[in-house]
Structure formats: C-alpha cells, structure tokens
C-alpha cells in the first residue's frame, strides 16, 4: 500500500473514531463545557496511540512541547484535558459504544483496493482468532465488575478478561483488532462468566455481519465443543479449532486402526532442516450421542534433524481436508498463536511496576473496560 494511502486511511480511520466520541453521552450541564466529548476521547486515545507509559508522563511531554504537533495534527486537540477529568467524563459510557469505530475500519480497508487481500487465506476466506486475554489482576484492588479465583493456599485472585477477536493471516504479522466481548459476571447468572459465554454472545452480536467475509473462526482447545461449534455454523462462518486428544477420547478411539493419509514435507530454515509431518481423518463425531457434530480431524507433527518431535498439534474443522489443502489448513489452525490473547488488551497490572501504575481506581463504573 502506497504512502499516500496508507496517510490518507489513517485520517479516515481517526476521523471515524473522532465522530463515534462526538456521540458519547455528556453528563454536563450548563455552559462549562470547555472540552468537548470527541477532545475528551481522543486525548485519552492519544495516550496509547503515543505509547506512553502513564497519563502523567504523556501530559509532561505535551507540555514540554513533545509531541504536541503529533497532537494537533493527528488528533486535532491543542490542549490535552487533565486525566482526571479524562476518566470522570468518559467512565459513564460503556465501551459498546465505540464498536462502530472497529466496523468502519474493517469497511473502510474492504472498499481500498487490497486492503484486505494480505488477510484472506484457504479460497478467498478470512481468518478470525478468538483468545481470552487479562488485563488486569489482583489479590487487593477489585470491583463489583472483577471475576474472582482461588489459587491454593495464595487467596483469591481478582482479574478482569475479555474476549479478543482479530483478523489474522499465517505469513505475516499484521493483525486487526475486532470488537471485543468483555468476560464480566451476568446479570441473573448463577455460575461466572467464561470464554466460551463471551464466544457465544460475540458470535450472536457480530457473527452474521462477518459471515459476508465467509468467517474461520480459530480457538484453542476450549472452543472445540459442540455448542461452540454450533453457533459458529449458525452464524453462517466455519471453524479451525485446536482439538487436545485428553479432551477429545472419542475422536482417539476412531484413529485406532484407522488407515490414516499421511503427507510429509521437508521444510529448510536456515541450515537446519525440518519434516512436516501431516495426517488427517474424515466424518469423525466430535462427542458421543446420536446428535453429534461430525468434523474432519487433521494433525501437524514437526520432527528435526535427529529425529525428536519439536511440534505436534491436532484440529478440528468442518471444512474438507485433503491432501492439497492440509498443510494450508494447519498454517491457519497456528495463525492464532501470533497473538494468543495479547492483541487488543493493554499491558496486565502488576502491582508495584514503576511508571505504570493501576491505571483505572475500580470504583469506575464503565472506564477499566473503555
């Protein structure tokens, strides 16, 4: 993508997000409304887009004069709020307001001519990973919002997690962050929130609108159930999950015996060279019963030169496997392992980090998440 574009994008994408702050809720009233909310929101964003560490030490740049043109320019804000003012304002407003900011991007690159053509693998399809990520963790500071877990003899564990989805592609390390499902407890729910909850509630919202970029959803070994499964077809995408023989026996039992394809490659990487060892197995059921989800099985084990196995993992999907797909198929399938939770979520608290204090007090109602 040409320089120019690539300027003329990035404007676009940050009118957008200016436009979706513009729309926040104001609970202001009268006349002292000396920043508005689209200031408010994008000093708030510049702080991460400038990479700083702390709202304090983004604050002390801008009014050294560093930065500040980056500021004006980028963000069109010539004096950036205090962060205290910063969270006041924009802890009301629930971060579902800011997802049209990740559709228009996703728009935005469809209508660019390539904009998404580095993203789409296995015949024109688009690869979305979902991983659950944490960002923050406490044994002290928590919320009415935190999830809680008891670790041995250490007490109980304060956490907040979401689910991350991005669009991915094995190649490259280029990623688009999505709308995230935050992982908080649910009203009228007796057991906590999970991932697979989130997964559900994000493929309910945003699945159909995805399904136009014919979705593959790829998981870790949690999602590869029935029900997750299910919805991932219902909502009109497919499914690349990884898929443990310890939680799958049944699938196990169906290899015994079974006369399985075998496919090796010799793959070089730099003097070094490498078997990739692949074996598939079609029309498996993926749990006991007479409504069983059948799926395709396929596996990709990586031996070295002295014969030792580096790298073995198996899948599940429901789409065709076959000899001259199934090294792609696997490509995929490890595609989410380039961002493994850590895409969309800042930097987890650790209590006692120098310059990165906690950065949200979790008497905020909507602001940790934002």
């Known amino acids: ?24 809720p104001d609970k ?3 006349m002292n409304t000396t920043f508005g909310m689209g200031d408010i929101g994008m000093a708030a964003f510049s702080v991460f887009f400038m990479q700083s560490p702390s709202f304090l030490a983004h604050q002390r740049r801008f009014e050294q004069g560093h930065g500040r043109s980056n500021c004006a320019s980028l963000f069109g804000i010539a004096k950036t709020p205090c962060d205290n003012h910063i969270r006041d304002m924009l802890d009301p407003a629930s971060p ?6 990740f559709a228009e991007t996703v728009d935005q690159l469809r209508r660019l001519d390539g904009g998404l053509e580095v993203f789409r693998r296995l015949d024109g399809r688009m690869l979305i990973a979902l991983d659950g990520s944490e960002y923050h963790c406490s044994r002290k500071i928590h919320c009415q919002h935190c ?9 109980t564990e304060y956490y907040h997690a979401m689910l991350a989805a991005t669009l991915v592609a094995p190649g490259h390390d280029k990623v688009i962050p999505l709308e995230p499902e935050f992982i908080v407890p649910q009203d009228g729910a007796e057991k906590q929130d999970c991932e697979n909850m989130a997964a559900k509630r994000w493929l309910a919202t945003h699945g159909q609108r995805y399904a136009a970029l014919d979705a593959v959803y790829l998981g870790d070994d949690l999602f590869s159930r029935q029900p997750l499964c299910q919805a991932v077809l219902d909502a009109g995408g497919h499914f690349i999950f990884v898929c443990k023989p310890s939680s799958h026996p049944l699938i196990q039992q169906y290899l015994i015996g079974a006369e399985v394809p075998v496919l090796e490659q010799t793959v070089k990487r730099g003097k070094q060279r490498f078997v990739h060892r692949y074996r598939w197995l079609h029309d498996v059921p993926l749990r006991d019963g007479r409504d069983a989800l059948t799926v395709n099985w396929f596996e990709i084990e990586i031996i070295n030169a002295r014969g030792e196995t580096t790298y073995r993992n198996s899948f599940v999907t429901d789409l065709a496997v076959g000899a001259d797909n199934v090294v792609e198929l ?36 909507s602001l940790t998440a934002a």
């Not at 574009?5 to 702050?21: E, H, I, P, T, W």
């Not at 579902?96 to 900011?101: C, K």
């Not at 969309?344 to 120098?354: D, E, Q, W, Y």
């Open 1 to 24: 993508m040409r320089f120019v574009a690539c300027v003329g994008l990035l404007d676009s994408l940050l009118g957008s997000l200016r436009g979706c702050l513009d729309r926040f």
């Open 330 to 365: 696997a490509a995929c399938g490890r595609a989410r392992c380039r961002v493994d939770g850590g895409v969309a979520a800042p930097i987890p608290h650790r209590p006692g980090r120098a310059g990165f204090p906690h950065p949200v007090l979790h008497d905020r109602v």
């Open 96 to 101: 579902v307001l800011l997802h049209p900011v």
């Open 28 to 30: 202001r009233r009268g």
């Open 147 to 155: 999830l809680t877990r008891v670790r041995g003899k250490g007490g």
